[in-house]
């Protein structure tokens, strides 16, 4: 059974500064995306990371996927307000098979940027 | 424009009543998701499906039920026998090929007193 692991699950960052959240999952997965929530709201996609040693950057975030460590990684270089919010990570279930596209999320990381 | 929509977007009810919440797209997406959220957590999957007229059960499929009439239509039913319906549901949907990315709906906060 895949299971989801992201830290840390609150975050409280100075403006200007960098930080990386992690998410580890627990069995084979060949594809990872990130999404966003602000309160209240939907999920938004950010990334979709596809293969191994996949790398992505959207202004001050990037994510990358190490497929071999089970471990993906979300870079928040010098942090804005604007990029409060919660950030889950979800790997999908498996390479293949009946549930292809099912995806199994983190619990989440709460990013608190204050000025 | 293409998207998801969910309705209503807040939905009260009595204990004991169910309550039908609607998820439509026309992303023209095979396969569509329900998931529930509560406070502080993650999604969990209650149901999906795959192709019209078939659908299977998420992890948390009890006290749920779903209909897949329609491409663009995957209706959730929560029913009296949810323990806990309160929460927040959002809808999604995918290519069967390719990225797999979900797109989400806007949710509907559900409040069951």
């Known amino acids: 059974e895949l299971k989801v692991e992201q830290n840390p699950l609150f975050l409280s960052m100075q403006e200007g500064k960098n930080y990386t959240i992690y998410c580890n999952y627990s069995?084979?997965?060949?594809?990872l995306y990130w999404y966003r929530q602000d309160p209240g709201k939907s999920l938004e996609s950010l990334f979709v990371?596809?293969?191994?040693?996949a790398v992505k950057q959207e202004g001050r975030l990037m994510a990358s996927l190490d497929t071999k460590a089970r471990l993906s990684t979300l870079h928040i270089t010098a942090a804005v307000h604007d990029l409060s919010a919660t950030y889950f990570c979800?790997?999908?279930?498996?390479?293949?098979?009946?549930?292809?596209?099912?995806?199994?999320f983190g619990k989440g990381t709460k990013l608190s940027v204050k000025p | 424009d293409g998207g998801i929509t969910q309705s209503p977007k807040y939905l009260f009810r009595k204990e004991g009543q169910n309550v039908t919440l609607s998820c439509e797209q026309n992303?023209?997406?095979?396969?569509m998701y329900w998931y529930r959220q509560d406070p502080g957590q993650g999604l969990r999957l209650i149901y999906y499906s795959q192709i019209v007229n078939d659908f299977q059960k998420g992890d948390i499929a009890e006290g749920y039920s779903v209909s897949r009439e329609k491409k663009e239509s995957f209706p959730l039913t929560v029913t009296s026998a949810q323990k806990n319906p309160t929460a927040f549901y959002l809808c999604a949907s995918t290519n069967q090929a390719g990225v797999y990315e979900q797109y989400f709906g806007p949710g509907t906060r559900l409040t069951v007193t």
């Open positions: 990371l596809l293969s191994n040693g």
């Open positions: 979800a790997p999908k279930k498996g390479n293949y098979g009946g549930s292809q596209g099912n995806l199994i």
């Open positions: 069995t084979t997965s060949d594809r």
């Open positions: 992303l023209n997406h095979d396969a």
